[in-house]
């Protein structure tokens, strides 16, 4: 759902953008907080960073392979496929 708060920032020479104070609290990000950068069509999304499974986006992933966090419900799921071949 995409609401708009008729807020508009200029991009400045390097590159970076403010998110304004209001927002930020509101999202429960403070500063130094890691910020994950996406894009969804002609969208750029930026969301708190939280470490989550790849597969479900479940929260506090078991392992980590290739840079890619596992929940252990989905690593089960995976495994059992493969048993199964």
Do not use: W
Not at 10 to 34: A, F, H, N, Y
Not at 66 to 85: A, Q, R, V
């Amino acid at each position: 759902m995409k609401l708009s708060t008729g807020i508009v920032r200029r991009v400045d020479e390097l590159g970076r953008i403010v998110i304004p104070k209001e927002m930020r609290r509101s999202l429960g990000i403070d500063q130094k907080d890691p910020i994950e950068i996406s894009i969804e069509g002609s969208s750029i999304i930026l969301q708190k960073y939280e470490n989550r499974c790849v597969f479900c986006g479940a929260l506090k992933p078991a392992i980590r392979h290739n840079g890619k966090l596992m929940c252990s419900k989905c690593l089960k799921e995976i495994n059992k496929k493969l048993e199964d071949k």
